[in-house]
């Protein structure tokens, strides 16, 4: 009996030390233990992928290595976001102090319109731009994985490329998650004959967890990308196999769309909270400079005093987001192609602006709430995967097809799905997205330009040394799952475990809503919210969150993967 009492008091101190430590303190607890490494990390949805990417890490590659083997790698092991038909960023942070940003990102194909998915009422066409190979833009993921290796890799794309290609000739073993996904959505994958035969069984029933997965039309593109690089995909074989399905299925990316397509090393967008470094994705990614915007107008709250998921904390933190996606609606878009005033969004005078505008104790409906004027300020955007090595490079990659399993149509004899990220641009102005997310003229549809994103790949640094590398799927959610991880880091002194797993909501502007996650509040603060005047919606587990966590002074990586698996 004492021997237990002691034990149990053991027990409670040192989870309490936990929750009271300061960053870089003690970081573990007995609930809450994250995964520890000295010798680099890699974190993703897949263990498959990790594995072959650690073995990067371990055979000698930079993180940028193991990242461009881990891409390749789920998008064998994870088809419901992990790709080739796809695109997505990239946030690089050297240990000699360079940062760096890849926009590989799809792109409209040469025949898109303005008004492709309305009606001749000038309505939305259902699933136009969500279904099918009309849905798709050109995809982006191969050339950003050489553009990465091109610039910051020491091995071969064949080298990195190979681990996978068994995966997918012999095939994998179905995790629960994976045959949960292929029932929620064999309906939409029965529609195209291609999907089919790839991804549901000759009688049509899905796979069941633990069968194997075979690709052996998908293990052929990856030989053909390994052997001919980027080309063999945007210029050669497989290029004429997406032509030729495109043109059979009423889609409209050619051979020329293809071979136009490059991607795009662009500035990062940079932050400074609470002395704190954030580095993130420029646009046409909208989740770097609105992660900024909402942490400089919390940075003039004590959020740490007011108490994780507290009623004041978060009707600040609501309020922020929800001017973040008002101003999202309305300025922001393809850099190429419009003005986004970045500048203006992260500077630290527009968030007084906006903090001069919240009255704590009160919800402001959206409806009173519209797009701000960062210009004054300006002066003269799904799976995520986290690497670390242990000379202190760090590669966060957020890439997705947009929705579970793209568009949901495969590309005959490649094996592989094609996006939906269509559906990104603004089909009609204030029309809802697939995610209920409102935009304008800024992100509308044009010949060769880029879809706005939610990605929110990100690194934090604090005096140059690297601190926390995060980032998740989750469509319009990633910003805020983003910005919730770094507020619980740096103002609620969680360790990395406890940071991704605790209770995440969610306002985006409209809908009027703060989403939370069920169990996530509890009734007495769901009481007070609504007693401000918020509409409190439960729904779902929010994110899929991959992050890892420096101990600078230990040399030690803590890394947690999301719980809620949602993809």
């Given at each position: 009996m004492k021997h237990n009492k002691i034990v149990s008091l053991l027990c409670l101190a040192a989870i309490l030390m936990t929750l009271i430590c300061p960053l870089g303190g003690i970081v573990e607890a007995a609930s809450f233990r994250p995964e520890k490494r000295t010798d680099g990390m890699v974190l993703s949805t897949q263990k498959i992928a990790n594995e072959i990417?650690?073995?990067?890490?371990?055979?000698?590659?930079?993180?940028?290595?193991?990242?461009?083997?881990?891409?390749?790698?789920?998008?064998?092991?994870?088809?419901?976001?992990?790709?080739?038909g796809g695109g997505g960023f990239a946030v690089i942070h050297l240990k000699s102090g360079e940062d760096a940003v890849l926009d590989f990102r799809e792109m409209a194909p040469g025949k898109a319109s303005r008004d492709m998915y309305l009606d001749a009422s000038g309505n939305p066409v259902p699933k136009a731009s969500t279904d099918g190979y009309l849905a798709a833009g050109v995809p982006g993921t191969v050339a950003g994985m050489s553009?990465?290796?091109?610039?910051?890799?020491?091995?071969?794309?064949?080298?990195?490329?190979?681990?996978?290609?068994?995966?997918?000739?012999?095939?994998?073993?179905?995790?629960?998650?994976?045959?949960e996904t292929f029932v929620e959505h064999a309906s939409r994958l029965k529609q195209y004959a291609s999907s089919r035969s790839y991804f549901l069984k000759a009688?049509?029933?899905?796979?069941?967890?633990?069968?194997?997965?075979?690709?052996?039309?998908?293990?052929?593109?990856?030989?053909?990308?390994?052997?001919?690089?980027p080309d063999a995909f945007?210029?050669?074989?497989?290029?004429?196999?997406?032509?030729?399905?495109?043109?059979?299925?009423?889609?409209?990316?050619?051979?020329?769309?293809?071979?136009?397509?490059?991607?795009?090393?662009?500035?990062?967008?940079?932050g400074d909270y609470r002395g704190y470094q954030i580095i993130s994705m420029s646009p046409p990614s909208s989740g770097g400079t609105h992660i900024i915007q909402m942490l400089n107008t919390l940075e003039g709250y004590d959020l740490k005093a007011m108490g994780h998921n507290s009623s004041a904390a978060v009707n600040v933190i609501a309020e922020a987001m929800r001017r973040a996606y008002a101003d999202r609606s309305e300025f922001m878009g393809d850099p190429d192609f419009v003005?986004?005033?970045?500048?203006?969004?992260?500077?630290?005078?527009?968030?007084?602006?906006?903090?001069?505008?919240?009255?704590?104790?009160?919800?402001?409906?959206?409806?009173?709430?519209?797009?701000g004027n960062p210009q004054i300020h300006e002066g003269t955007n799904t799976t995520h995967y986290s690497v670390v090595d242990k000379q202190g490079n760090a590669v966060s990659v957020t890439y997705t097809i947009n929705d579970y399993y793209g568009s949901a149509a495969a590309i005959a004899g490649a094996g592989f799905l094609l996006n939906n990220e269509m559906d990104d641009f603004s089909i009609k102005a204030?029309?809802?997205?697939?995610?209920?997310?409102?935009?304008?003229?800024?992100?509308?549809?044009?010949?060769?330009?880029?879809p706005l994103s939610s990605m929110s790949p990100t690194i934090v640094t604090k005096d140059g040394q690297l601190v926390l590398v995060v980032?998740?799927?989750?469509?319009?959610?990633?910003?805020?799952?983003?910005?919730?991880?770094?507020?619980?880091?740096?103002?609620?002194?969680?360790?990395?475990?406890?940071?991704?797993?605790?209770?995440?909501?969610?306002?985006?502007?409209?809908?009027?809503?703060?989403?939370?996650?069920?169990?996530?509040?509890?009734?007495?603060?769901?009481?007070?919210?609504?007693?401000?005047?918020?509409?409190?919606?439960?729904?779902?587990?929010?994110?899929?969150?991959?992050?890892?966590?420096?101990?600078?002074?230990?040399?030690?990586?803590?890394?947690?993967?999301?719980?809620?698996?949602?993809?």
């Open positions: 990417g650690m073995k990067v890490l371990q055979d000698g590659g930079n993180a940028i290595d193991a990242a461009v083997a881990v891409g390749y790698a789920l998008a064998v092991v994870h088809p419901v976001a992990g790709n080739l553009a990465l290796l091109q610039r910051y890799g020491t091995k071969s794309l064949k080298e990195l490329i190979e681990p996978s290609i068994p995966y997918a000739e012999n095939g994998f073993a179905i995790s629960a998650r994976q045959a009688d049509g029933s899905t796979y069941k967890e633990g069968e194997l997965l075979i690709q052996k039309d998908l293990a052929r593109t990856l030989r053909a990308i390994a052997a001919g690089g945007y210029k050669g074989e497989i290029a004429d196999r997406i032509a030729a399905d495109m043109a059979a299925n009423g889609g409209i990316i050619s051979k020329d769309d293809l071979a136009k397509y490059k991607a795009i090393w662009r500035e990062p967008v940079r003005n986004v005033p970045v500048k203006g969004l992260t500077s630290k005078g527009y968030a007084a602006e906006i903090r001069a505008k919240i009255e704590q104790g009160k919800a402001t409906p959206s409806s009173e709430v519209r797009p204030g029309v809802p997205n697939l995610y209920g997310l409102v935009g304008g003229d800024a992100n509308a549809i044009a010949p060769y330009k880029r980032g998740s799927p989750g469509g319009s959610r990633i910003i805020t799952t983003v910005l919730q991880v770094i507020l619980n880091v740096i103002d609620f002194d969680m360790n990395i475990r406890e940071a991704v797993d605790a209770p995440r909501i969610h306002m985006q502007w409209l809908p009027d809503e703060i989403r939370i996650e069920k169990n996530g509040l509890n009734q007495d603060v769901i009481n007070k919210l609504t007693e401000m005047g918020y509409k409190i919606a439960p729904k779902a587990p929010m994110g899929d969150v991959n992050a890892i966590m420096i101990d600078q002074q230990k040399h030690i990586m803590y890394g947690a993967s999301d719980p809620r698996n949602e993809f």
